[in-house]
């Protein structure tokens, strides 16, 4: 696979949690840190995402924001 993001974790899908029309991927790298991606129905099937499968997330961001109360 090539792509132009840098920011590329490789772990494995530990879980796929399906909506009407997206789902949650949640991707485990290692030292058990867990990214979580919303991606189409669609896109998982594509990709045939299966738990336990590795995988990689691939991160394109201009910005980071973060909130606390």
């Not at 991606?37 to 910005?63: C, H, Q, R, Y």
């Amino acid at each position: 696979m090539r792509v132009s993001a840098r920011n590329q974790l490789q772990g494995k899908v530990v879980g796929i949690q399906k909506g009407a029309t997206t789902s949650h991927v949640s991707i485990e790298l290692t030292g058990g840190a867990v990214v979580m991606a919303a991606i189409t129905n669609e896109a998982v099937a594509d990709l045939g995402l299966t738990v336990g499968e590795p995988a990689t997330a691939v991160i394109k961001a201009s910005d980071v924001m973060v909130g606390v109360d």
